[in-house]
């Protein structure tokens, strides 16, 4: 049921958010602040002279882990990663040896190198095919002294192997002190404030990205569940170089001499669409056809990584395949997931309007296209299509994708692209990645509300569909305030103009769910912040809409209720407040009873409060009924904003 506009509740929570809200430091993305109420699981100070639970990374690592006394952060001794040869070699912690599954740890250390601290903090696995993937935790750890590691989250899957997290960089000697892993506690979402997805379910789809990592922690899970779950795009594992298998694809080769029919596997994103699958939540695929973490030895004689390149010809040739087997591969193993959207080719054309420049992208960066290599030119984006269309499932649309979506080079020739391409009937949309920065203010904002407008008018002149498929809004790094004001207004702005443009919008998906999970932490660019609380900038974007189930029309009756209650509790006249503001009737005033008077305002049917706890719910303004403001000064009490009930300040 549709209710009152936002503004009318957002009052009281907004007003809630912003004066409860001890600092800025409540959107740190440095790890959760609470991770001091989790179980220490391993401390390590090394006092003891015991390092056995770290290791170099293998056979080919020169580290020698050692206890020195040469430096330390606490006591006198810490770990020493000495003789290291290579960037990559340092001292690693194994995991999954030590560690559950599917439960998500935070690790804190300290490290300095001998003359110089430059690393970085990483994570390293062995999925199910025997491939080992990396991805950096914490970089640019860089400084004269010690550098801080806070509360990183990690996690694994039971289809993982070889777990370890490590640090790298450089081939200075490294020293690691204080060096902790703790569980996580459990935290709890705001139940009290509407789901996005749920604001905007008659308009567009509202979804996320995800990855297999994020299963382990159950209020990030909890918090897609509530806003998110109309879509879910993989982060990385669907992407080509998580999907293409080269052992198997040279052993294919071996085994057949043919060379054109790449083999694929999903074992990274197996967790994930597992959880799609069972939760029942349709999945955008990101992507079929990129330059960038596309494996330069995909388009290479034999596979080979230092071989010729492959002709335009036998390049077709494994694009089809490719995509035939990528299609046939996700609808066999998963055929009741609702694949409703592909990226078929991703940012292929620069913000001038022009091809990317050729040659692997390993040696000249991402400006680099191994696709421009074998082709020439641009003219594998229409094959893509084209094979996209042959072999996708029935009702996945096709899009085209990219960033920088509005610069006029880059929107020109997507537009001119995506008009030829719909007129032989080989796509369906466009995707707006939608990487913003709202910078100090609105006025410097890039790019501009208007700007982003214009180009929202110009694709939906085409005639397609539009998905916004990678949506998130950077802040000053070290952001005040004030900045999360700018960044609430920029959002506000942004999301307005989507809207305006909804009958042309099918999805709108944010990237990442929680700042410090995001690929741009250090600028903050999401709704909800570490400690998986709601923004100014969520709030922003809700407001003025229907909101469904938060609140009925009618304040909660005080009146005598339906169902037969106690004689002596026959008429709510008869019943005298036993503790102002204790709405659940637990002899005490906590955030529960916040919490409580939230749920029946939203839900009556189903968090009804008895007789005894509407009348002491009434605790803001009484005798005016049980209203969001009193959960407001339930709130104020709890964050000692006030001393006592009622509110006076109100």
Request: with cysteine; proline share 5%.
């Amino acid at each position: 049921m549709k209710n009152s506009k936002f503004t009318r509740y957002a009052a009281a929570v907004l007003a809630a958010a912003m004066t409860v809200s001890a600092s800025p430091a409540v959107y740190a993305a440095d790890g959760d602040s609470s991770a001091s109420a989790g179980k220490v699981v391993y401390s390590f100070d090394f006092e003891d002279g015991d390092v056995s639970a770290f290791c170099n990374r293998g056979e080919n690592d020169t580290t020698e882990i050692s206890v020195s006394d040469e430096a330390s952060v606490s006591g006198s001794k810490s770990l020493l990663a000495s003789g290291r040869s290579k960037d990559w070699n340092g001292p690693a912690f194994r995991l999954d040896d030590k560690l559950e599954p599917y439960t998500e740890y935070y690790i804190s250390a300290k490290i300095k190198g001998r003359y110089y601290t430059g690393a970085t903090f990483s994570f390293q696995f062995t999925n199910s095919d025997g491939e080992t993937k990396y991805s950096n935790l914490v970089q640019n750890l860089s400084g004269s002294d010690w550098m801080s590691v806070e509360n990183v989250k990690v996690s694994f899957t039971d289809e993982m192997t070889g777990v370890y997290v490590y640090f790298e960089g450089g081939q200075d000697d490294l020293f690691i002190d204080d060096f902790t892993v703790t569980e996580a506690p459990a935290v709890e979402i705001e139940q009290d404030i509407p789901g996005l997805k749920d604001v905007f379910a008659n308009d567009f789809k509202v979804g996320t990205a995800f990855t297999p990592s994020g299963l382990s922690s159950k209020p990030t899970t909890s918090l897609l569940e509530k806003h998110f779950s109309g879509s879910i795009t993989a982060g990385n594992e669907m992407k080509p170089d998580s999907v293409l298998n080269q052992a198997a694809c040279q052993a294919y080769f071996e085994e057949t001499g043919d060379d054109t029919v790449p083999q694929i596997s999903f074992s990274a994103a197996k967790p994930l669409l597992n959880y799609c699958r069972d939760k029942n939540i349709p999945v955008r695929i990101h992507t079929l056809v990129w330059h960038s973490q596309t494996p330069d030895w995909f388009f290479k004689e034999g596979y080979t990584n230092d071989d010729e390149w492959v002709s335009k010809e036998k390049m077709l040739k494994r694009m089809e395949n490719y995509i035939k087997a990528y299609f046939e591969e996700l609808v066999k193993l998963y055929p009741t997931v609702d694949f409703y959207a592909c990226d078929v080719v991703n940012e292929a054309w620069t913000d001038q309007g022009t091809p990317r420049q050729p040659g692997e992208q390993g040696s000249g960066g991402s400006e680099n296209s191994a696709w421009v290599q074998v082709f020439g030119d641009n003219s594998f984006i229409e094959s893509a299509f084209t094979f996209a269309r042959k072999y996708a499932p029935e009702g996945c649309k096709l899009y085209y994708n990219d960033y920088n979506e509005y610069m006029d080079g880059k929107l020109n020739a997507i537009c001119e692209m995506a008009a030829d391409f719909k007129s032989k009937g080989i796509i369906d949309g466009i995707g707006m990645q939608s990487h913003l920065d709202a910078r100090q203010s609105l006025d410097s904002a890039f790019p501009s509300v208007d700007m982003y407008n214009k180009a929202l008018d110009k694709y939906s002149e085409l005639g397609l569909d539009i998905q916004i498929t990678e949506l998130d809004v950077t802040t000053p790094e070290n952001p005040t305030e004030a900045d999360f004001k700018v960044q609430a207004d920029y959002y506000k702005g942004i999301w307005d103009s989507i809207y305006a443009h909804k009958d042309n919008i099918s999805a709108v998906v944010i990237w990442g769910i929680t700042d410090d999970g995001s690929w741009r932490a250090k600028k903050y660019p999401l709704l909800f912040d570490a400690e998986y609380k709601a923004k100014p900038a969520f709030y922003s974007i809700i407001d003025g809409h229907d909101i469904p189930d938060i609140r009925p029309t009618d304040p909660v009756p005080t009146d005598k209720p339906t169902d037969p209650v106690p004689t002596d509790e026959s008429t709510s006249s008869s019943v005298e407040v036993s503790l102002l503001g204790d709405a659940n009737c637990d002899g005490k005033v906590s955030i529960a009873d916040s919490t409580a008077i939230l749920q029946a305002l939203g839900n009556p049917d189903k968090y009804g409060l008895s007789l005894q706890g509407t009348v002491n719910a009434d605790c803001c303004d009484p005798g005016d009924g049980v209203l969001p403001s009193d959960a407001l000064a339930i709130q104020k009490i709890d964050a000692k904003v006030i001393a006592s009930l009622p509110d006076i300040t109100a």
